[in-house]
């Protein structure tokens, strides 16, 4: 079984700060990873990806993820934060198991930047 | 190439009415999940279907149904609505590739009054 575990449901950086949003997941196989983003009444957009290659991911609007399979994490960052990154931020597994595939989120974390 | 499409955006329906919700997939996609984001209970896993068939299912009442056409577009249906259904229920496809990424749609918001 898989499951994702987001610390902190909500984060506040002041803006120009780190941003660190942290997951850790659990999967019994080798997992691929992901992080989505959600701004305000809108879907799901695709952030970055882990699968299987390089452990630091670079992903879109300057954030990275890096994959640290002895701490089973995959924690989100971005080196200086701006005021368009406030947001709900989900983390994701994926594992193929018999052939199919499942997809599971954790409860997000809501992204606040502080001007 | 367009991407994955719900309609309605906005559904309004009274407490014990049933709502239908749709979903068209990415072309070239055959698995649709659908999610349900309430206020405060972030993304909960509704269904996902696959080729025509129910893969997987959340922990969720029978009252939530749907299905997947032969063109892969999906169909959510929700009986004898109740006010906590109010939510934007999100559509996802992804393709047939192992492990990668799901697209999602705007999302329907539906609120029970």
């Known amino acids: 079984a898989q499951s994702v575990t987001q610390l902190g449901s909500h984060v506040s950086v002041s803006e120009g700060a780190l941003v660190l949003l942290r997951c850790n997941y659990s999967?019994?196989?080798?997992?691929?990873l992901f992080w989505y983003v959600q701004y305000p009444n809108q879907g799901l957009q695709l952030l970055l990806k882990y699968t299987s290659a390089a452990t630091l991911v670079k992903g879109i609007n300057g954030f990275e993820a890096e994959f640290k399979k002895s701490e089973t994490s995959f924690h989100l960052t971005k080196p200086s934060a701006h005021m368009s990154d406030a947001a709900e931020y989900f983390c994701?597994?994926?594992?193929?198991?018999?052939?199919?595939?499942?997809?599971?989120f954790g409860t997000g974390t809501r992204l606040t930047i502080i001007p | 190439e367009a991407g994955v499409t719900q309609s309605p955006t906005h559904l309004i329906k009274t407490r014990g009415q049933q709502a239908t919700l749709r979903c068209s997939p990415i072309?070239?996609?055959?698995?649709v999940y659908w999610y349900q984001q309430a206020l405060g209970l972030g993304l909960q896993f509704l269904l996902w279907y696959d080729e025509g068939e129910e893969r997987n299912r959340g922990n969720f009442p029978p009252r939530f149904s749907g299905r997947q056409f032969p063109n892969y577009s999906s169909e959510l249906n929700v009986n004898a609505l109740e006010l906590e259904d109010s939510a934007l229920y999100l559509c996802?496809?992804?393709?047939?590739?192992?492990?990668?990424?799901?697209?999602f749609g705007q999302g329907t918001r539906l609120t029970v009054v």
């Open positions: 072309s070239g996609h055959t698995s």
């Open positions: 994701a597994v994926s594992e193929t198991v018999f052939g199919n595939e499942k997809l599971t």
């Open positions: 996802a496809s992804s393709s047939d590739t192992p492990n990668t990424e799901a697209f």
């Open positions: 999967s019994s196989v080798p997992p691929y």
